[in-house]
């Protein structure tokens, strides 16, 4: 397989690539601070709350660098990476209880929801990139079939 040589959709990838990390990165100290806080002890209901929504976050995020990374590999011309994969794909969004995370300080809240705005970016660029090209003389012949 050769490489996917389209120098735009490479930048967004690396971009994006430093972002989901370093969302990770603060997703990951964001909730141990929650959790080794105690902001939520004696409160077992909370504390459920608080370890399904980290699992939400953290998956939600580990799909986006998954798809980054096959991108990567597609890029690079990886001839285990193909456009068919399950990890071409970025799938369905899991989407965080905003009635649990009310309860959360701030900064997870923040955290919770900037994974969620990545992940709708990632799939309009999927689906940007997945649809096809109108030429100019195409959106000509729209727009004319349109006043007929």
């Not at 209901?45 to 590999?73: D, F, N, P, V, Y």
Request: glycine share 6%; charged share 20%.
């Amino acid at each position: 397989m050769a490489a996917i040589d389209i120098p735009v959709q490479r930048a967004q990838v690396e971009n994006l690539y430093v972002e989901a990390m370093l969302l990770a990165d603060e997703a990951h100290a964001a909730f141990a601070a929650q959790r080794d806080l105690g902001a939520l002890a004696g409160d077992a209901l909370s504390q459920i709350g608080l370890a399904c929504e980290s699992l939400k976050t953290t998956t939600r995020l580990m799909h986006i660098i998954a798809w980054l990374l096959h991108r990567r590999a597609m890029f690079a011309g990886d001839p285990g990476a193909g456009p068919n994969d399950s990890a071409a794909r970025i799938g369905a969004p899991v989407a965080a209880d905003w009635d649990v995370c009310a309860g959360f300080e701030e900064s997870v809240r923040r955290i919770v929801a900037a994974s969620e705005r990545l992940f709708e970016r990632i799939a309009k660029i999927e689906a940007g990139w997945e649809a096809p090209a109108v030429t100019p003389v195409q959106q000509l012949l729209a727009r004319l079939e349109a006043r007929l």
